[in-house]
């Protein structure tokens, strides 16, 4: 009896051992920073739960700013920094070079950074500089959507007339580099002009006055691009109010249902749809890969595609699951 008393007690004690070991390997713990509060987002974020959840990674996601710009993403990134218990940071930076400073007294307080949908600098982490310190970028090829949106865009208007650009703001990446492809793309056509850029501050309204003010200033225009959602949501809107729909073609970034109902309309013509959960997913992933073992992220750039809705295919069941989440 006395020996069945003492194996009991020894298993007891071997186990609260083993429980206090598991204790002390602390579950990581990730916190998530959007840009703006928009779909994109928050398609993002589901991205991001399903894979912390399957990894048993720790989630902290921070209010959603409700503007673009370092003045409401700084002080809700500090916040998240002074809690003191996360070990990464996954946001997407409203400024290519505000948030370089702010960034990296986070990531001198022990913080890993990854940059998604957005980058600081460059976004060439590989180089020697003073944004060289985040993990990795990852997010779309912008540039690339550019130059392809272009090329739709241009064959859809016979490769000859004016177009617009309606975009959010000139220092952040995702946008600055689809307006770079998109010029590099026309660049083609030498009967295709750009008649002016304007820049809506991530508004729709002002998109929306923006663009009814340069279809007045220029009737003939007959291809507008919107460079993100809200800048593409404004330009519909104006292109429908000023009766100008199917004479002025319209390619649009960011597969919002209501871009998704306007293109089935006829009111739009093109929507490049990123792949925002698949982005937030490969965050938490390569995040938790890195503090596991400390598998270095390639080229410290993960880029995932994107995919085109047109009217043939916007119907099509497999392209369903490309549409953003509210
Ligand atoms: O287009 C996305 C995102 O990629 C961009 O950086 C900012 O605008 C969106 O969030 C759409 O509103």
Redesign the pocket.
Known sequence: MRRVILSLLCGLLVSSVVSDGLAAEKKLKFAFVA??A?P??FTMEKGIRKKAQELGVDLVVSEYPKA?GPEVQVPILEAIAARGDIDLIMT?PTSTEALIPVLKKIHDQGIEIITV??FIGDGDYTKESNYSFPLAYI??DNKLGGIQVAERLAKMIGEKGKVYINT?NPD?S??RDRVEGFKEGIKKYPNIELVGIDYNL?SQEKAQAQTLAKLQASPDIVGIFGT???SAQGVYQAVVNAGLTGTVKIAS??ATQDLINALKKGQVDLVLA?LPAEIGGLAVEWGYKYFKDKTPIPNKRVVPGFQFFTKENVNDPEMQQYIYSK
């Open positions: 840009g703006v928009d994109f987002y673009w997407a949908d957005t997010g779309t959010t952040v995702s946008v991530d993100n959602l809200f970034w960011d990123q």
